[in-house]
């Protein structure tokens, strides 16, 4: 029946396992039916029963409060803060690395959108290593060939380098607690973002639902390009639809992707400046960390789930040592 296709569809056909607070693991093939695995997103129920059943639905539906991701609710890949956003995550690791780097327009604009910090903390034996990740977005036009202000909508964060790390860990946290940060919906092991849509963004019924053929977990078949999905605007009132095959990401082992909603202002109203600080854990050595950063190792990519198009910024950034980008 049409509920069954409905919650199959938001599922996205896939069957993997619900975690609870802390570090996951991401193996290097992937999951079985999709590259990506749930986060903040693990739970979710479509059509809702109550509005934590949404899960914020990729950011198109405003998360109240007391549904924000924390160490007791909504905890799938989520890490209790640190003290100060440049400790460690995890006890038994030190800051061996940081960098903070200006977010650049895509076509011109004010030259600075946001910023990008960096941070790479290793454990004593010198062995593993762990990459940390937050962009803010300031109030700033990132295309200057259009009038009025364009806020560049940071939909994925992905981080190259990892080609040989095999299984990673993975997982995210929130340092404000003003409501403004993103968390991460899901998290894959792909270069591929992969588009996602609410049935259109005017009314909270709408936004709360997918839209025709959208998954929240994409399937694994053929998609390798670095964004995936339809490259046009909609309005608030467009219903929102798809094919399925636009709703793909084969497995790269050398790519983590974050799924978020990071923008100064969103087009569907919310705002959340702030990306969720994301985490990867990987096998390293003891060499400088300087000699690790490599361009291009971080992408910024706004994958057209309102009034925008595809949009990538690479950036560069810490990847572990002996890594590629290719």
């Known amino acids: 029946n049409t509920l069954k296709l409905t919650m199959l569809l938001a599922l996205g056909l896939s069957g993997t396992q619900a975690h609870a607070l ?19 997103n693990d739970g979710r129920v479509v059509p ?8 914020g639905n990729f950011g198109s539906y405003p998360i109240a409060g007391a549904n924000q991701p924390s ?18 995550p995890v006890s038994g690791y030190t800051l061996v690395g940081n960098r903070s780097t200006v977010i650049p327009a895509t076509t011109g604009g004010g030259g600075n959108i946001g910023t990008l910090v960096d941070y790479v903390w ?35 964060i992905a ?14 946290t929130i340092f404000s607690t003003a409501g403004n940060t993103s968390p991460v919906y899901r998290v894959g092991r792909t ?5 996602h ?3 259109s963004y005017d009314t909270f019924l709408n936004k709360q639902v997918n839209g025709t053929n959208y998954l929240d977990l994409p399937t694994k078949n053929s998609v390798t390009a670095a964004i995936t999905g339809e ?6 009132t467009d219903p929102a639809s798809t094919t399925l095959a636009t709703q793909d990401a084969v497995v790269n082992s050398n790519w983590v992707d974050f799924t978020a909603d990071t923008v100064f202002y969103d087009d569907d109203g919310s705002t959340n400046a702030l990306s969720g600080f994301t985490y990867i854990q990987a096998a390293c050595d003891g060499t400088d960390t300087d000699d690790w950063v490599l361009s291009d190792a971080i992408r910024l990519r706004q994958t057209a789930q309102e009034e925008t198009t595809f949009k990538e910024i690479a950036i560069p950034g810490f990847a572990p040592p002996g890594a590629s980008i290719p």
């Open 191 to 195: 270069f591929t973002s992969v588009q």
């Open 71 to 88: 160490t007791s609710k909504n905890n799938t890949c989520f890490i209790a803060k640190p003290f100060f956003e440049n400790f460690s």
């Open 22 to 40: 802390g570090l996951v693991a991401l193996p290097d093939t992937g999951f079985a039916s999709s590259a990506y695995t749930s986060c903040y």
């Open 122 to 156: 290793r454990n004593s034996a010198q062995t593993m290593c762990i990459f940390g990740t937050r962009a803010t977005m300031i109030s700033a036009d990132h295309d200057s060939s259009k009038s009025g202000t364009q806020y560049f909508e940071i939909n994925d």
């Open 197 to 199: 849509r609410s049935k």
């Open 48 to 55: 809702p029963a109550n509005a934590d059943d949404v899960k």
């Open 231 to 236: 490259n046009s605007p909609i309005d608030a």
């Open 159 to 172: 981080r190259g380098g990892f080609a040989n790390s095999g299984t990673v860990n993975v997982g995210y």
